[in-house]
């Protein structure tokens, strides 16, 4: 061996094994999410490739049921668990007759354990214990968050990527060292969705599909950026600056509302819309290339409500192509909250034998995504 080749031998990276074993045989995981206004219900399998070592992994089901509330109006915990209660039964029914097995079947089931809101969280939570007693099914706890990366994960095939998570309660930067999710950056105030939530609310935006999808459509209508505070904070944003400014012009004198008569002085609606956007877009995006360079990383993985944003994964993909990288995103189906992403994490933590006692089974209104082992990650 030449003294050329010694040095690249000893320099070669040594690929890191997957502790996650090739199943024997096919596995199925029912998942309940319901952290917020979103109740979901799915039912996933994991089976061994019959062409290679592989897991296939197979979405049987994945159904939703949303509450809405009228215009200018939030939802409370206490209505949204009421909408839960008189859901949850037909959403789960739903979700076992379209993926066509038996609750023999199942191998464990899955529910969101946090974070969230309290009262809609126990609904799920007790529902999957009352399940868990009827049919003999060992349960398993799931953080909100890690469901997000892992489906997204699953979806895109996206491998080691920066994750940027945005939702109506989070706002995170994620990388993953170590088996653990680490934040690397994230709001010090009210998350992204909150933001734009809190603001339609204030313009009278409907809040059917969503008040950020409304946004999102009426902001490409605008034609002038306002001034509004940059709130990056080092790796961290603030965005309650933010939410007061822009809703202050909501105050100005210039200010007109929807389909109103338009002249150059005026701030129509739309403007605010796009101008809240393209600013809080800005302060993400800003963030996490900071993240990608401070890890060596090229891709980002968008997860989360507020990843369903076209205008948010073009900035992101803007940026990333500007460092030779790729932006990986799923449609709404996965990205909006869903039980199918309670599922694929509650599977892999019981591939990796991390079944949840039913005295542990309590949920949890704060739960960090960095407090959770990922014992299925190299």
Known sequence: ???????????????????????????????????????GCGIISHSPSPSNSTTKVTVLSNVRHTYITPPGEGFLPSDTARHHRDWIVRVIEEAVRKAGVRWSELDCIAFTKGPGMGTPLQVGALVART?????????????????????????????NPIVL???GGNTQVIAYSQQRYRIFGETLDIAIGNCLDRFARVIGLRNDPSPGYNIEVEAKKGKKLVSLPYGTKGMDVSLAGILHSVE?????????SWDQPTSEDVITAYDLCYSLQETAFAMLVEITERAMAHVGARDVLIVGGVGCNLRLQEMMGIMASERNGRVFATDQSFCIDNGIMIAQAGLLAYRMGQITPLEKTGVTQRYRTDAVHVSWRA
């Open 248 to 256: 202050s012009y909501t105050k100005d004198k210039k200010y007109i």
């Open 165 to 167: 998570y945005v939702s």
């Open 131 to 159: 399940l868990s007693l009827l049919h003999d099914i060992p349960l398993i706890g799931v953080n909100h968050c890690v469901g997000h990366i892992e489906m997204g994960r699953q979806i895109t095939s996206s491998h």
């Open 1 to 39: 061996m030449t003294t050329a080749q010694a040095s690249s031998s000893s320099t070669t990276v040594k690929k890191k094994v997957s502790p996650l074993t090739r199943p024997s045989r096919r596995l199925l995981c029912l998942g309940i999410e319901g952290s917020a206004n979103k109740l």
